[in-house]
């Protein structure tokens, strides 16, 4: 039997693939922090999807909530590192409550990262979450993987998705940062995630 003739039709070309609705993808990220670094967006982009799950950002609006606060705690995605020298660093020196108990340790952990890890107690804490020890090497924090890591051990040791659901930006500042810094630039990166992922 031939074919030659036959009204069959040719199946349609395949369609182009579309990331799932909850992929924080780099060109997603580049629309929430248009001047972020590429090697900074894309290390994020490789990894949150993956690492998202273990910490129960499953949700869209947790999606928003994490990426807003990490974005303004890293300057658009600019750094990973916080601004500032020795004697911006002397600020945490002799802090215990950040378990800064050694000469130099205010500098030498100072804050790193998607959230910005600050003092001793932290770096030994979330590098034995992560299983890479942090506090030998505070910059390894500063690798955009080894940093999602982080902000999603923190982010789920913080309970901060029960304040991502509800919604409520402040809760979740305070949380993460312990106070309200950056409040405003906060609510609006909040906003354009929302633009994006909801």
């Not at 993956?50 to 705690?73: K, M, P, Y």
């Amino acid at each position: 039997m031939s074919i030659q003739g036959s009204t069959i039709a040719a199946a349609p070309p395949p369609m182009p693939s579309r990331p799932p609705p909850l992929s924080v993808t780099a060109e997603r990220l580049s629309r929430l922090a248009p001047s972020g670094r590429p090697e900074i967006i894309t290390g994020i982009a490789d990894g949150f999807d993956r690492l998202a799950v273990a910490a129960g950002v499953t949700t869209r609006l947790r999606i928003c909530h994490v990426l807003a606060q990490a974005a303004q705690e890293t300057d658009l995605f600019r750094t990973l590192q916080e601004y500032g020298g020795p004697a911006y660093f002397a600020r945490y020196e002799g802090r215990r409550d950040l378990g800064n108990t050694q000469p130099g340790d205010g500098a030498r952990f100072h804050g790193r990262g998607i959230f910005q890890l600050t003092g001793r107690a932290n770096y030994r804490r979330y590098g034995a979450l992560i299983g890479i020890d942090l506090e030998a090497e505070p910059d390894l924090a500063m690798h955009p993987d080894i940093s999602l890591r982080i902000a999603f051990a923190y982010w789920r040791g913080r309970d901060c998705n029960a304040a991502a659901d509800a919604d409520d930006v402040v809760a979740v500042t305070k949380l993460v940062n312990g106070g309200r810094n950056g409040l405003v630039e906060r609510r609006r990166l909040l906003a354009v995630a929302k633009q994006i992922w909801l």
